[in-house]
């Protein structure tokens, strides 16, 4: 076997292992209540209401990446609360669109492509007179982020935790 497919085997090795911790995270979400204490603080409250509406799996989404990208010494301060705000916002269209458990496992394998929330989570965040770039960028969130780094940079929180 040669060094580029025993590499090969890896990366599939590695995908499989994500799609059976995918499968029972969205089976059976952790909702830390210390983090969602502190996320529930950091949401403007005309966005709060469409948060506590969201399925106990999404809102589990939304906690994990709040605690990883403030976990992230790399970040500036600065960058760090950028991609905070966008992750309370991101998948608040969700709120408005809720998946079933049969959709959300049967998404884990098959990979459907993801419209709705994001159109209706940014015309709702638009309604709340959230910022433009928020807005925008909650519209693209499932769109692969070519010059928008910030997106790009949100997007590789958003694919791994
Ligand atoms: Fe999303």
């Known amino acids: 076997m040669t ?3 025993i590499e090969l085997l890896k990366v599939k090795a590695e995908r499989i292992i994500y ?3 995918k499968f029972f995270r969205t089976l059976f979400p952790v909702i830390d209540t210390d983090i969602l204490e502190q996320v529930r603080k950091k949401y ?3 966005w709060l209401i469409h948060f506590d509406k969201m399925l ?3 809102k589990a989404h939304v906690l994990r990446l709040f ?3 403030s976990e992230d010494r790399n970040l500036t301060a600065e960058i760090r609360e950028k991609l905070i ?3 309370l916002a991101h998948d608040i269209g969700k709120s408005i669109v809720r998946q079933n458990i049969f959709t959300r496992v049967i998404k884990v394998v098959i990979p459907i492509p993801n419209r709705s929330h994001p159109i209706l989570g940014a015309r709702l965040l638009k309604k709340l007179n959230a910022p433009s770039d928020i807005v925008r960028r909650v519209a693209r969130h ?3 982020a070519e010059k928008d780094k910030f997106l790009k940079l949100f997007q590789y929180y958003d ?3």
Do not use: G, R, Y
């Open 44 to 46: 403007p409250e005309s």
């Open 67 to 69: 605690k990883a990208i």
């Open 56 to 58: 106990p799996p999404d």
């Open 159 to 161: 694919d791994n935790v």
């Open 3 to 5: 060094c580029t497919s």
């Open 85 to 87: 705000m966008l992750a």
């Open 142 to 144: 499932h769109i692969p």
């Open 19 to 21: 799609w059976v911790w």
